[in-house]
């Protein structure tokens, strides 16, 4: 166990953020991370458990301790005829745990490859991709309390998940580190085919008989073909999450946009994509220094090198600003702002 002081996070952050912990550790276990916490008095200042650093803006330094979650390791915990329960260290990374599951034929989150980060942060915002988001599968996560230094079993209802939302969003904001998640996956695969351009790409990859192992490939190979990979531009996936609004609102919009696409939620409002806003409003393909909106999916804001967390924010400002100002739609961003 070792903590280091004044680290640069540069390569802890998919945006690239060149900002400075003033602590950095690493931990693999729940017993390690209660000895960090107790050995180094940050009280009243920011700590912060970091997955893959794939869905944070880093305005500036950390005047706090960095914990990075480091915990592997796969365990079955019950197999039985219709379903494996299986549960995975916050540590792993997601993508990895997809084609692991895959290969042994566990069906149910292969819609959700090459989503990057880490397991442990897969139920914050509950991850979604392709038709498939993790609350379909999900069954129950370990997490240690941070401040009682107690470990905690959260269930299915506990974690209260939404779009883009969940309990560790909200009410237990940075309360928590999540240190195992488990899952009910399907031995028969439920295939969900539907979502955008995925029948389309299996057709041209020309897949007569469906399996998971090709879905995945097909979420991949769309994936790739739109969304800016992290070694080479920085970003951290969709900037903002997709507005629901009314289906009044919604139906005087496409009056006069008639490209406009949405979708009914169960909450009988209209779900629209922000990425259309944005390219409506002229973003799309922006570029001012480093900083720019990707000119591929409006709604990847990147950074090309040197740009700065705070520059990155106001652009995101200015679109928030654009898109109120010609759709009377607040937009609400998705990645965490540090
Ligand atoms: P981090 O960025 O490290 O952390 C995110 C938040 O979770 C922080 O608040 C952090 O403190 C907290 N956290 C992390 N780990 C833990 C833990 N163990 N315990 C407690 N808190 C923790 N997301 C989607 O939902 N769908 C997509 O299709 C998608 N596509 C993406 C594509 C690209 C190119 C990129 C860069 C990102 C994309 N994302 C997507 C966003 C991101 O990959 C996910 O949100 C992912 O789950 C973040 O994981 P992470 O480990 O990198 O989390
Ligand atoms: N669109 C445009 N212009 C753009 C981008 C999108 O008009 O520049 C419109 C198109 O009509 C397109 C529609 O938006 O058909 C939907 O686009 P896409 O399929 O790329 O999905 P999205 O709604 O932009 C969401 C998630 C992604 C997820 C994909 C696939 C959110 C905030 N984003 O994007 O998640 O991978 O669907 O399911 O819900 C992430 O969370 O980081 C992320 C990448």
Same mark, same amino acid.
């Given at each position: ?9 540069? %390569? ?15 931990? @693999? ?9 107790? %050995? ?39 197999? @039985? ?19 692991? +599951? ?36 999900? +069954? %129950? ?113 496409? %009056? ?27 973003? *799309? ?10 000119? *591929? ?28 100002? *010609? ?12």
């Amino acid at each position: 166990m070792k903590i280091q002081e004044n680290i640069s996070l540069k %390569s802890f952050n998919t945006f690239g953020m060149n900002v400075v912990a003033r602590y950095f550790a690493t931990f @693999n276990s729940a017993d390690q991370l209660k000895e960090m916490i107790e %050995s180094i008095d940050t009280e009243n200042k920011e700590d912060l458990i970091l997955g893959g650093g794939s869905n944070i803006l880093f305005t500036k330094d950390v005047d706090g301790l960095v914990l990075k979650n480091e915990m592997e390791g796969i365990e079955i915990i019950e197999d @039985n005829e219709e379903h494996i329960y299986i549960k995975a260290g916050a540590g792993m990374n997601w993508h990895q745990f997809v084609l692991y +599951c895959i290969h042994h034929g566990y069906a149910g989150i292969e819609n959700l490859a090459l989503i990057p980060g880490s397991m442990g942060a897969s139920p914050i915002q509950n991850i979604g991709a392709y038709g498939v988001e993790i609350k379909d599968v999900f +069954c %129950s996560l370990q997490a240690f309390h941070l401040k009682d230094k107690c470990n905690v079993v959260f269930s299915h209802a506990d974690c209260d998940f939404g779009y883009r939302e969940s309990v560790f969003k909200n009410k237990f904001k940075n309360q928590f580190a999540i240190t195992s998640v488990t899952f009910r996956l399907n031995k028969k695969p439920i295939y969900h085919v539907t979502y955008g351009a995925i029948n389309q790409e299996l057709e041209s990859m020309g897949i007569r008989e469906l399996s998971i192992k090709a879905i995945a490939q097909a979420v991949m190979n769309i994936r790739n073909s739109k969304l800016p990979n992290p070694s080479v531009i920085g970003n951290a996936g969709s900037f903002f999450k997709n507005p629901e609004i009314s289906n009044e609102q919604f139906t005087l919009i496409k %009056s006069s946009y008639s490209s406009i696409t949405g979708y009914q939620t169960t909450n009988n409002m209209m779900k629209i994509a922000a990425g259309w806003l944005i390219e409506q409003t002229g973003w *799309k393909g922006f570029r001012e220094g480093d900083t720019g909106c990707f000119d *591929k999916q409006a709604l990847v804001l990147v950074n090309y090198g040197k740009a700065t967390g705070m520059q990155i924010f106001e652009l995101s400002e200015k679109i928030i600003r654009s898109v109120h100002q *010609k759709f009377g739609i607040t937009l609400q961003r998705e990645v965490n702002i540090l």
